[in-house]
Nanobody, 132 residues
Framework: QVQLVESGGDSVQSGGSLTLSCVAS????????IGWFRQAPGKEREAVAC????????FYSDSVKGRFTISSDKTGTTVYVQLNNLKPEHTAVYRC?????????????????????????WGQGTQVAVSS
């Protein structure tokens, strides 16, 4: 079955860096989009960055451009997001998600939540805590 498993969350001080990993399995698709989202306590879910395994195209939310970098391994089964120069406002549970549908591999549509219709797959999340 489809599974997304995140890891890499930790507690760091302001200015620190982390690399989060999302391992995907059971997709049975040639191309797909995987994205990172975060949700802080009391706040709505926010897209962070998304990537397409079709051509490694990426999409970033304005709030993380230049600070976070999304990438994938050659097989497209592991997607990373490098979080640099972290600040307390980046504290959140970070989760990866994918629609796992034929043709749904545009990262902008995933980060724009156009692909999110309740049938997408989510990982369990990994906690990032940034102290000042």
């Amino acid at each position: 079955q489809v599974q997304l498993v995140e890891s890499g969350g930790d507690s760091v001080q302001s200015g620190g860096s982390l690399t989060l990993s999302c391992v995907a399995s059971g997709f049975n698709l040639d191309y797909y989009a995987i994205g990172w989202f975060r949700q802080a306590p009391g706040k709505e879910r926010e897209a962070v960055a998304c990537i397409s395994t079709a051509n490694d195209s990426t999409f970033y939310s304005d709030s993380v451009k230049g600070r976070f970098t999304i990438s994938s391994d050659k097989t497209g089964t592991t997607v990373y997001v490098q979080l640099n120069n972290l600040k307390p406002e980046h504290t959140a549970v970070y989760r990866c998600a994918s629609p796992v549908k034929v043709g749904s591999y545009f990262p902008g549509y995933l980060c724009g939540e156009i692909y999110l219709d309740g049938r997408e797959y989510w990982g369990q999340g990994t906690q990032v805590a940034v102290s000042s």
